[in-house]
């Protein structure tokens, strides 16, 4: 009837959000740092290896991301080594709206704790999203916001997509390192992270 009486208009379908998956239409790319046994790994005090608990948080944060909607990409999904030049191939070649790498820090004092998140430079978006992230992570794991800085790191370099380097607490701080040890505390990391993500596209969950 409409294309009866109204000749020439074109009618198009309007698409309602879905509040329970608001990142539909989104897609991330994930990538769990390090990996195998040709990359130096951080280890902390009672033997956490950064790897493994990368690993842990990635997949939570697969996990959550696809209940929410995204379409979710990983660099890897088990202990191997996957050289940096085939994880930013991958990206520039899937294009995903950002690339978010997982890391643990580590310094010889084992005084240093909190969590930091790098962007490469000139990256508004990827600052904002960063700017959203740590303040999740940092409430709900109740430790030190380090802040949002800028890096010259390979893949913020060379993935052509907006891209953060996420280091989520310090292994070598023994505090953090226990932190890490516990499920609970690497669910709660994906969580902050899917939340950031989020509320950096409009909404509150």
Not at 8 to 26: A, F, R, S, T
Not at 57 to 86: D, F, N, W
Not at 112 to 117: D, H, L, R
Request: hydrophobic content about 35%; aromatic content about 8%; some cysteine.
């Amino acid at each position: 009837i409409l294309k009866y009486y109204y000749t020439g208009v074109n009618l198009k379908k309007i698409e309602i959000n879905d509040m329970k998956q608001p990142l539909k239409g989104k897609a991330i790319m994930i990538d769990a740092a390090h990996g195998g046994d040709k990359v130096k790994d951080n280890v902390g005090f009672s033997g956490l290896r950064e790897k493994d608990v990368n690993l842990d948080i990635s997949c939570y944060l697969e996990e959550r991301l696809q209940q929410l909607g995204a379409t979710v990409y990983m660099t890897r999904r088990k202990e191997e080594h996957i050289p940096v030049t085939q994880r930013a191939a991958a990206a520039n070649k899937l294009l995903p709206h950002f690339f978010i790498s997982i890391h643990q820090n580590h310094f010889k004092h084992p005084s240093m704790s909190g969590t930091e998140i790098y962007y490469y430079r000139g990256d508004k978006e990827a600052k904002r999203l960063a700017e959203e992230i740590i303040k999740e992570i940092t409430e709900k794991l109740h430790i030190i916001n380090r802040g949002v800085r800028t890096a010259e790191f390979f893949l913020l370099r060379d993935v052509k997509v907006s891209a953060l380097h996420i280091e989520v607490g310090y292994i070598s701080n023994p505090e953090e390192e226990k932190l890490l040890m516990q499920e609970d505390t690497k669910r709660k990391v994906a969580l902050g992270i899917a939340n950031g993500i989020t509320k950096y596209y409009g909404y509150s969950l």
